[in-house]
């Protein structure tokens, strides 16, 4: 008798319990376990949703290895790319001094403090100021500027400094993957990803030519300009430098250019053997020119370069080459026909106006070249004396 009043008992007190610690603020209990409740209190108690049941992974997942190859580049690549504040000094309308900033990205080239930038990111600065990927800041003297190809040689004095490792931009390869670093509207450290979309010659934003920029749809925005394009494994192909807006205001349209990084090696070639740029040139405005184009035109070779245009008085002018005369329309951009097609310059045959870039490299203002060329039927060659890039302007 006493164990089953002792079962009843326990079973009583379990079930109070239960009751007070699961009902107690919602169901039909409620009331009465907490009768200060108003009715809208007990009615929105005993609508309360259960609790939602969520299906969590047991552990982080896994990297593709697409997104690992992203994460070493970016890993590799952010402790070289810096951004660039410029200070200017502009007048307001009653002629007093009123100081803008502007932004940029660039690249540390070695422990000396040596910095690669665009030069439209630091023309007429009074003040340059460089901010390292771990946010410590320092004043940059700008050594070189080279209007031609929109370059700028900055250096700073800092410690435990990061460089860039430069890689060869000849032979690219249209769908090839690259990365853009730098800082687009003033966002340190973003990284986008593309393709190489085209390699072709394009006006720079001085109005200087670019020879065999590198275009790609990798999403490049004001504050790009002068920060390192990027090939796997991290290694730097190419100097962000321009956007084509679409008609927009400053954004991006999916085309980007960038300065080839062979091109800037042969300008800092020459600044460390004579102090300044003797980048050479032949004085000419080019087309490269592929089989389908070489047969619609009737042109004697299957590839080349034509000439559009020579300088008066250039170097290609003095040497007696030919640009064209008939104007015309490949899709909706205007070319001029009829000049001298090159397929070699010393003996190295020419297909792009990457190839004449390449050669250029290796070559110095004062320089003699061997240009072959067809001009109409007839295959020869022309000895061009080469000037310097800056003296002659397309």
Do not use: C
Not at 116 to 145: I, M, P, W
Not at 156 to 180: E, F, K, M, W
């Amino acid at each position: 008798m006493k164990a089953r009043l002792l079962i009843l008992t326990l079973a009583i007190l379990g079930g109070f319990y239960f009751v007070t610690t699961h009902t107690a603020t919602t169901g039909k209990w409620a009331g009465y376990l907490h009768p200060h409740l108003s009715k809208v209190d007990r009615h929105l108690l005993n609508t309360l949703p259960a609790p939602m049941p969520l299906t969590q992974a047991e552990a982080a997942p896994a990297l593709t290895p697409e997104e690992q190859a992203n994460v070493a580049v970016y890993k590799k690549a952010l402790p070289s790319v810096v951004n660039i504040t410029s200070t200017t000094v502009t007048f307001d309308f009653f002629y007093g001094a009123v100081p803008q900033e502007g932004q940029g990205s660039g690249f540390i080239l070695d422990k000396q403090g040596h910095i690669l930038t665009n030069l439209h990111v630091v023309s007429g600065a009074r003040q340059v100021e460089v901010t390292l990927y771990d946010k410590h800041q320092y004043k940059a003297r700008v050594l070189l500027t080279d209007k031609a190809h929109d370059l700028a040689l900055l250096q700073i004095d800092a410690p435990n400094l990061q460089p860039a490792t430069l890689s060869d931009s000849r032979g690219l390869q249209v769908g090839q993957v690259v990365y853009a670093i730098g800082n687009p509207f003033g966002l340190n450290g973003t990284m986008t990803r593309g393709i190489v979309s085209s390699i072709r010659s394009v006006r720079g934003p001085l109005g200087n030519l670019i020879e065999g920029a590198i275009q790609t749809d990798a999403a490049i925005n004001p504050g790009n300009s002068g920060g390192p394009l990027r090939k796997a494994p991290g290694e730097v192909i190419g100097i962000n430098s321009m956007i084509a807006t679409g008609g927009g205001a400053d954004q991006n349209a999916g085309i980007g250019f960038a300065i080839p990084i062979n091109t800037a090696k042969a300008v800092l070639s020459d600044f460390a053997q004579y102090g300044k740029v003797l980048r050479p040139t032949m004085g000419i405005q080019s087309l490269s020119i592929g089989p389908d184009l070489a047969e619609q035109i009737g042109l004697p070779a299957q590839s080349g370069v034509l000439i559009e245009r020579v300088v008066p008085g250039g170097p290609a002018d003095r040497a007696g080459l030919r640009g064209g005369t008939q104007k015309a329309y490949l899709g909706n951009m205007p070319i001029t026909l009829g000049g001298d097609l090159i397929v070699a310059i010393d003996g190295e045959p020419i297909s792009s106006a990457q190839d004449v870039s390449d050669i250029m490299d290796g070559l110095r203002s004062g320089e003699t070249a061997t240009v072959t060329i067809y001009r109409g039927k007839k295959r020869m060659d022309v000895k061009v004396m080469l000037g310097t890039e800056g003296d002659t302007e397309v």
